[in-house]
């Protein structure tokens, strides 16, 4: 039998010579056709990457970033990048790509009622836009490998009686608590990402970080770049290929040289930013294994093998033309710490003292 290749003439194979026969299959089965999809507004303002992995999850993320460098994947008819945020109307040309496998059965977490109760008494504001939360540290923000627990499996029951689903504008890492912010309807994430994106909201976090910064305090500004490994995702210095990440700080107490409560006051949202930024300069988040490793967890700290990363203030314009500010207390394990190193919280009266307005 003589061998044929197939091209795709409308919907049909056409053969022709020279491959040999694969039991008569089309590769047109396999490589699909271009497609042009439309932003939805349940899609509103997530990042292009996201938005493949939400549509598209059989293409991963090396094979993206390859079709969007080689122009493949276009917003609006423009090149685009994976960290460009779409927009509902917004039309996103999809090159053929692969048929998703199909994924193995797996059982949809379902939410205990215990837990929640414990995400509903971790509302610290609500109103018929906005909600925020005190994430708890161990809670995941999103699913992933390994993740069945996750604060996105939740949001349905955050409605309180809304016509739509919670979204979630912004995450902290699993074992960071603190200040989270849901919008609760399209209307309010598409507001809330944007002042994310424009840098128009205000963040200040604590933690417990091992040794005493020097200078006590300042900006740090360096380029991280993303690195993934078999210990999962991380950052690392990277002055050619790193993205500009800067971090003011201030130290507000210390016990000695061993241990000191630093502030911290993001000026830009890198993955890691903050853990990454603090090892950087010598003195590692109390309990982060990944930046700091053994450096990390000193003796005789009874919690070192916890984060002490906290989300404790944020200041976020809202829809109705009004600045929020809301404070998270201390987790437990937190509090504990500081109890036990002679840290007062009344020390830090007002989490935005010290720190500049400017951008």
Same mark, same amino acid.
Request: net charge positive; aromatic share 6%; with cysteine.
């Given at each position: 039998?003589?061998?044929?290749?197939?091209?795709?003439?409308?919907?049909?194979?056409?053969?022709?010579?020279?491959?040999?026969?694969?039991?008569?299959?089309?590769?047109?089965?396999?490589?699909?056709?271009?497609?042009?999809?439309?932003?939805?507004?349940?899609?509103?303002?997530?990042?292009?990457?996201?938005?493949?992995?939400?549509?598209?999850?059989?293409?991963?993320?090396?094979? *993206?970033?390859?079709?969007?460098?080689?122009?493949?994947?276009?917003?609006?008819?423009?090149?685009?990048?994976?960290?460009?945020?779409?927009?509902?109307?917004?039309?996103?040309?999809?090159?053929?790509?692969?048929?998703?496998?199909?994924?193995?059965?797996?059982?949809?977490?379902?939410?205990?009622?215990?837990?929640?109760?414990?995400?509903?008494? $971790?509302?610290?504001?609500?109103?018929?836009?906005?909600?925020?939360?005190?994430?708890?540290?161990?809670?995941?923000?999103?699913?992933?490998?390994?993740?069945?627990?996750? *604060?996105?499996?939740? *949001?349905?029951?955050?409605?309180? %009686? $809304?016509?739509?689903?919670?979204?979630?504008?912004?995450?902290?890492?699993?074992?960071?608590?603190?200040?989270?912010?849901?919008?609760?309807?399209?209307?309010?994430?598409?507001?809330?990402? %944007?002042? &994310?994106?424009?840098?128009?909201?205000?963040?200040?976090?604590?933690?417990?970080?091992?040794?005493?910064?020097?200078?006590?305090?300042?900006?740090?500004?360096?380029?991280?770049?993303?690195?993934?490994?078999?210990?999962?995702?991380?950052?690392?210095?990277?002055?050619?290929?790193?993205?500009?990440?800067?971090?003011?700080?201030?130290?507000?107490?210390?016990?000695?040289?061993?241990?000191?409560?630093?502030?911290?006051?993001?000026?830009?949202?890198?993955?890691?930013?903050?853990?990454?930024?603090?090892? $950087?300069?010598?003195?590692?988040?109390?309990?982060?294994?990944?930046?700091?490793?053994?450096?990390?967890?000193?003796?005789?700290? $009874?919690?070192?093998?916890?984060?002490? *990363?906290?989300?404790?203030?944020?200041?976020?314009?809202?829809?109705?033309?009004?600045?929020?500010?809301?404070?998270?207390?201390?987790?437990?394990?937190?509090?504990?710490?500081?109890? &036990?190193?002679?840290?007062?919280?009344?020390?830090?009266?007002?989490? &935005?003292?010290?720190?500049?307005?400017?951008?």
């Amino acid at each position: 039998m003589p061998g044929f290749r197939a091209s795709i003439v409308g919907d049909r194979c056409q053969p022709l010579p020279s491959l040999p026969a694969r039991r008569g299959r089309c590769i047109a089965s396999a490589l699909g056709k271009v497609q042009i999809k439309k932003i939805m507004a349940e899609d509103a303002e997530i990042r292009l990457d996201r938005w493949f992995k939400r549509h598209f999850p059989q293409l991963g993320h090396n094979r *993206l970033e390859k079709l969007l460098r080689t122009g493949q994947v276009r917003l609006d008819g423009k090149r685009a990048s994976a960290g460009d945020h779409v927009a509902p109307g917004q039309e996103v040309r999809v090159p053929p790509l692969p048929e998703a496998p199909t994924p193995p059965t797996k059982r949809e977490y379902q939410p205990k009622p215990r837990d929640i109760a414990q995400i509903e008494r $971790a509302i610290l504001y609500r109103d018929d836009d906005v909600i925020v939360i005190d994430k708890p540290p161990g809670l995941a923000v999103q699913g992933g490998t390994a993740t069945d627990i996750h *604060l996105d499996a939740m *949001l349905d029951e955050l409605r309180f %009686g $809304a016509a739509e689903r919670p979204r979630l504008v912004h995450r902290l890492d699993k074992d960071t608590s603190g200040t989270l912010v849901l919008a609760r309807n399209a209307a309010a994430a598409r507001f809330l990402t %944007g002042a &994310f994106r424009d840098k128009a909201t205000r963040k200040i976090y604590w933690a417990a970080v091992v040794g005493l910064p020097a200078p006590r305090q300042g900006r740090i500004d360096r380029r991280l770049a993303k690195m993934p490994g078999p210990a999962g995702e991380r950052v690392i210095e990277e002055a050619d290929e790193g993205k500009r990440a800067i971090t003011d700080y201030r130290t507000v107490a210390h016990a000695g040289d061993r241990i000191a409560w630093v502030a911290m006051n993001p000026i830009t949202g890198r993955t890691h930013q903050l853990r990454a930024h603090m090892a $950087a300069i010598g003195t590692p988040i109390l309990g982060d294994h990944k930046y700091g490793a053994a450096a990390a967890q000193p003796s005789g700290i $009874a919690e070192a093998r916890k984060l002490h *990363l906290h989300a404790r203030a944020i200041a976020i314009p809202l829809p109705k033309g009004r600045t929020l500010r809301v404070v998270a207390p201390l987790p437990p394990h937190m509090a504990r710490t500081w109890k &036990f190193l002679g840290f007062h919280q009344a020390e830090e009266r007002d989490p &935005f003292a010290g720190f500049a307005d400017d951008r």
